[in-house]
């Protein structure tokens, strides 16, 4: 008893990064889900996602859900970029990141080696991880928008290529998005007491 | 003085309710699907009302959105006339060898609702008009697109010279293949929206539209009706095929 009452608590996320980031997590999973079967409908290569794997049903309750989730992810994103600078939490968090320490993070991980045991402080392998997700979703968003507005956003869709490059670039940051949430989902199965941090933002103080 | 009319009668089966209640049995049995079951696992038959009557208003709110995004002077991109693509895809919900056969003699253009002069125009009256052409990119909802070359008559000048009601909310059309659509007032007097009477500088095929189909550079395609036989202007919400269904309404691009 002596002992638990001992025990510090923490807080490692303050509330905004734990909101911002479940309901980013709601968007995702809407966006990419029905964002597959729109992809489905006129595929760019040669291949398509299972239909198991995706939502809406058919392509305009696909374009339903990924219209009316594009509001959730934008505003989200907005309030969790906004926050992250005016907070200082970006640059305290994910910088400096050097292509050296980057890649030495990385063959630690593969070797299994990579350290997180203090849950405050991003390694470099982190730190590059989760800055290239959020260029990644800023790039979802701005070709999402190329996409969906060829004509009145012209000039952002020229910057891609146009319609059909927005195309490309569109599924492509998708790509890179979903490998990094995979590799992201994968480390916190590996490192489980990061799940519940990220609801309670608490961690055990010296754990 | 404006006189209100009520749009056209032939052209009033769709009723504003019969609409709704249609639109509304279609986002029920076709907006939900096994994901998003799976991903709202054991919700039962009033929650899925709730997630289609919120999908719903999304779309209605995603229209509001478009609406005030939609610039009146900003023109879709032209490319040169290398850029077209060939052969340029047959695309409807239904097969090509399905595509309806319109008489040119028979063929009458009847003009309905808010219009001062409804007389049927003939092919010839129609042929007659000022005609402009384009080379503009057509961007299905599926994702895919092609250029093409279309040629024929900007719609504002059209529903100015019928005396047509321009301050009304919507313009709809209705098609020999029972094909229906509407669009914004906005969008039928933006300068590239044609009433498009030639594909590739030759009369418009069949499969293509015959004799005319609707060319709007900015919107989807499928606001793009093909074998258009009424034209009628309206303040009531008139819907469409696909918009109907699930698609939505506005699809601007």
Request: proline share 5%.
């Amino acid at each position: 008893m002596e002992v638990a009452q001992q025990v510090r608590w923490v807080r490692i996320h303050p509330l905004w990064v734990r909101i911002t980031h479940w309901l980013n997590v709601l968007a995702v999973v809407i966006m990419v889900t029905s964002g597959w079967r729109i992809y489905n409908a006129s595929p760019l290569f040669s291949f398509e996602f299972p239909s198991s794997l995706t939502l809406g049903g058919w392509l305009g309750g696909a374009l339903q859900w990924h219209f009316a989730a594009m509001w959730l992810l934008a505003a989200n994103g907005l309030v969790y970029l906004a926050s992250g600078v005016a907070s200082g939490r970006f640059r305290q968090k994910l910088w400096p990141i050097t292509p050296g320490a980057v890649l030495a993070d990385m063959r630690a991980a593969l070797k299994g080696r990579l350290a997180h045991d203090d849950l405050a402080v991003y390694n470099a392998a982190q730190r590059a991880a989760y800055a290239t997700l959020i260029l990644a979703l800023i790039v979802l968003v701005l070709s999402g928008l190329a996409v969906w507005k060829p004509v009145q956003l012209q000039e952002l869709a020229g910057l891609m290529g146009g319609y059909e490059g927005a195309r490309v670039v569109h599924f492509a940051a998708m790509t890179l998005m979903v490998v990094i949430v995979i590799v992201h989902v994968v480390m916190v199965a590996l490192v489980p007491r990061t799940l519940p941090t990220m609801i309670t933002g608490r961690i055990r103080s010296g754990s | 003085m404006k006189k209100i009319i009520t749009p056209g009668e032939g052209l009033s089966q769709y009723g504003k309710r019969e609409i709704e209640s249609t639109e509304r049995r279609l986002f029920l049995r076709q907006g939900l699907s096994l994901g998003a079951l799976a991903l709202l696992s054991g919700c039962n038959v009033t929650e899925q009302e709730d997630v289609g009557k919120m999908l719903h208003v999304m779309s209605g709110w995603n229209d509001r959105a478009q609406a005030l995004l939609f610039d009146p002077a900003k023109l879709a991109a032209e490319y040169p006339e290398s850029a077209i693509t060939k052969p340029f895809p047959f695309n409807a919900f239904y097969d090509e060898d399905e595509v309806p056969e319109i008489d040119t003699a028979d063929y009458r253009l009847e003009l309905a609702g808010l219009i001062r002069d409804r007389k049927p125009w003939t092919l010839p009256e129609l042929y007659a008009l000022p005609q402009v052409s384009q080379v503009t990119r057509l961007i299905c909802v599926e994702g895919w697109s092609a250029i093409g070359k279309w040629s024929g008559t900007p719609l504002r000048t059209f529903l100015e010279r019928v005396g047509a009601d321009t301050t009304a909310r919507y313009v709809g059309f209705k098609c020999e293949d029972d094909y229906y659509t509407s669009i914004d007032m906005a969008t039928a007097l933006h300068p590239q929206t044609l009433m498009a009477f030639r594909f590739a500088d030759q009369i418009l095929p069949a499969k293509y539209g015959f004799p005319m189909r609707l060319r709007i550079p900015t919107k989807l395609g499928f606001k793009n009706p093909k074998h258009i036989r009424a034209i009628f202007v309206t303040n009531e919400y008139p819907g469409g095929y696909w918009e109907d269904q699930g698609y939505n309404w506005f699809s601007g691009s």
